[in-house]
């Protein structure tokens, strides 16, 4: 297993991704949660992966190490990397010894061309701000043949009106930065991955089941870096605000029983070119 030092890890980010590693490393251990609620559509992505027992699979912006650890269930050796240093130690402290999880940046992954027999994403790379370097590190370190699957938000739906909400109580919102639901899009798809995979693509919908809006809230304001990162900058009455729109947006979903949210995502399946 990799240990990571302050310094070590600066050098494995870029410097223009430096503050997003922060953000995304706000979560911590409580991103877990975040997980486990598309554990249905990260389980999916693993199915269309399907790792075999002795494969080398890297699974990139791993997060606490959800997708990993079922990829690793199945036999193979995995490799998890991320952003951000406070997940990946909730990752190294939730998983298995076996699994190698690394502070790592997808824009700029530390391994040797052709390293991996499979590689795989969960709601992590679709976020990258140099979309176009990030699909092409997925291919550079996929051997000839190798196998790719992700797992993207669409561009609408339930999480998209939830990123709409937060984006809208930011006081200063990203710039420069593309929508990280472009990766939603069935011809961005093919525009950043067919030059280095053979793809095909699916849809389906997650769903979110919770006993009320403040469970989700709480949840998002603790375990999701972005969320979990604004707020401490908000005044306390801009982050009511934000707290109170984000629980209505996900009101609006109650049924009988509870609040039940679709969130509708892709799957690409793809073969690395080459061989």
């Given at each position: 297993?990799?240990?990571?030092?302050?310094?070590?890890?600066?050098?494995?980010?870029?410097?223009?991704?430096?503050?997003?590693?922060r953000?995304?490393?706000?979560?911590?251990?409580?991103?877990?949660?975040?997980?486990r609620?598309?554990a249905?559509a990260?389980e999916?992505?693993?199915d269309?992966l399907?790792?075999r027992?002795?494969?080398?699979v890297?699974?990139?912006a791993?997060?606490?190490?959800?997708?990993?650890?079922?990829?690793?269930?199945?036999?193979a050796?995995?490799?998890?990397?991320?952003?951000?240093?406070d997940v990946?130690?909730?990752?190294r402290?939730?998983g298995?010894a076996?699994?190698?999880?690394?502070?790592?940046?997808?824009e700029?992954?530390?391994?040797?061309?052709?390293?991996?027999?499979?590689?795989?994403?969960t709601?992590?790379?679709?976020?990258c701000?140099?979309p176009?370097?990030?699909?092409?590190?997925?291919?550079?370190?996929?051997?000839?043949?190798?196998?790719?699957?992700?797992?993207?938000?669409?561009?609408?739906?339930?999480v998209?009106?939830?990123?709409?909400?937060?984006?809208?109580?930011?006081?200063?919102p990203?710039?420069?930065?593309?929508s990280?639901f472009?990766?939603?899009?069935t011809?961005?798809?093919?525009?950043?991955l067919?030059?280095?995979?053979?793809?095909?693509i699916?849809?389906?919908?997650?769903t979110c089941?919770?006993?009320?809006?403040?469970?989700v809230?709480?949840?998002?304001a603790n375990?999701?870096?972005?969320?979990?990162?604004?707020?401490p900058?908000?005044?306390?009455?801009?982050?009511?605000r934000l707290r109170?729109?984000f629980?209505?947006?996900?009101?609006?979903y109650r049924t009988p029983?509870?609040?039940?949210?679709e969130r509708?995502y892709v799957?690409?399946?793809?073969?690395?070119?080459?061989?």
């Amino acid at each position: 297993m990799q240990t990571d030092t302050p310094a070590a890890t600066a050098d494995r980010i870029r410097p223009q991704n430096e503050l997003a590693g922060r953000v995304w490393s706000t979560g911590g251990a409580e991103y877990e949660r975040i997980s486990r609620q598309i554990a249905d559509a990260i389980e999916h992505c693993v199915d269309r992966l399907d790792p075999r027992a002795g494969e080398r699979v890297l699974d990139v912006a791993t997060g606490t190490g959800w997708a990993a650890r079922r990829i690793a269930a199945r036999g193979a050796d995995v490799t998890g990397v991320d952003i951000g240093a406070d997940v990946i130690a909730a990752a190294r402290a939730i998983g298995p010894a076996s699994i190698d999880f690394r502070v790592g940046d997808a824009e700029a992954l530390e391994f040797a061309d052709a390293s991996f027999d499979a590689v795989a994403s969960t709601f992590g790379v679709m976020f990258c701000g140099d979309p176009e370097r990030a699909a092409a590190e997925l291919a550079r370190v996929c051997r000839a043949n190798g196998r790719l699957a992700l797992a993207t938000w669409a561009t609408f739906g339930g999480v998209r009106e939830m990123f709409d909400v937060v984006m809208a109580h930011h006081p200063n919102p990203p710039k420069g930065r593309p929508s990280p639901f472009a990766w939603g899009d069935t011809d961005r798809l093919h525009e950043l991955l067919d030059p280095h995979f053979e793809v095909a693509i699916e849809t389906a919908t997650s769903t979110c089941r919770a006993p009320d809006g403040q469970t989700v809230w709480d949840a998002f304001a603790n375990g999701y870096g972005p969320v979990a990162a604004l707020l401490p900058t908000l005044e306390p009455a801009a982050a009511a605000r934000l707290r109170d729109d984000f629980i209505a947006c996900h009101e609006r979903y109650r049924t009988p029983v509870g609040i039940l949210v679709e969130r509708p995502y892709v799957i690409v399946v793809g073969r690395r070119r080459g061989g």
